[in-house]
Antibody, heavy 123, light 103 residues
Framework: EVQLVESGGGLVQPGGSLRLSCAAS????????MSWVRQAPGRGLEWVAN????????HYVDSVKGRFTISRDNAEKSLYLQMNSLRAEDTAVYYC????????????????WGQGTTVTVSS | DIQLTQSPSFLSASVGDRVTITCRAS??????LAWYQQKPGKAPKLLIY???TLQSGVPSRFSGSGSGTEFTLTISSLQPEDFATYYC?????FGGGTKVEIK
């Protein structure tokens, strides 16, 4: 079964750090771009970051640049999000997703999602 | 950066209705668009990719169209399980969402 399972969420004080993990199974993890998407309470979806198969490209939404770092371990079939200098506005459910990327002028979407892990930034 | 604006942000409809949701891009972007359905407490589900291609397993009452700056998601006959929030997305950004509720 194709599956993504996030972990590592929790309650953290403003200015603190947290590392999220996403464990993949049922597919060849090293063949896909991977993304992090978050959803603040009662709000819409926000794309956070993504990473190319070999790690040679990474992209971030402006609001997290310099604070968050996406990484992956293809041998361990895992995706990570290191979050530093956390702010109240980072409070959200964080999802990892398999991103099929773009080619030939088309975007193929994110077809596999985890169940999400909740990050709460509060004192 | 390209911005995506969905309309309406909320709509009330009945079972059997035809529903259309629009996603407008601030700049032309070919067919770089996907649509998702999200139900409360659940992860999003991919419905449409490449603007108009139905994801495997998604009912044929869902369809997507458009290119450039204007895209639409249509549900031809709304079913009880379709009441949810719908998002358009291009690489790097999501639209604001459209919540479809029961009239």
């Amino acid at each position: 079964e194709v599956q993504l399972v996030e972990s590592g969420g929790g309650l953290v004080q403003p200015g603190g750090s947290l590392r999220l993990s996403c464990a993949a199974s049922g597919f060849t993890f090293s063949s896909y771009w991977m993304s992090w998407v978050r959803q603040a309470p009662g709000r819409g979806l926000e794309w956070v970051a993504n990473m190319k198969q070999d790690g040679s490209e990474k992209h971030y939404v402006d609001s997290v640049k310099g604070r968050f770092t996406i990484s992956r371990d293809n041998a361990e079939k895992s995706l990570y999000l290191q979050m530093n200098s956390l702010r109240a506005e980072d409070t959200a459910v964080y999802y990892c997703a398999r991103d099929l990327g773009t080619r030939d002028g088309y975007y193929y979407g994110m077809d596999v999602w985890g169940q999400g892990t909740t990050v709460t930034v509060s004192s | 950066d390209i911005q995506l604006t969905q309309s309406p942000s909320f709509l009330s409809a009945s079972v059997g209705d035809r529903v259309t949701i629009t996603c407008r891009a601030s700049q032309g972007m070919s067919s770089y668009l996907a649509w998702y359905q999200q139900k409360p407490g659940k992860a999003p589900k991919l419905l449409i990719y490449a603007a108009s291609t139905l994801q495997s397993g998604v009912p044929s009452r869902f369809s997507g169209s458009g290119s450039g700056t204007e895209f639409t998601l249509t549900i031809s006959s709304l079913q009880p399980e379709d009441f949810a929030t719908y998002y358009c997305q291009r690489p790097g950004t999501f639209g604001g969402g459209t919540k479809v509720e029961i009239k």
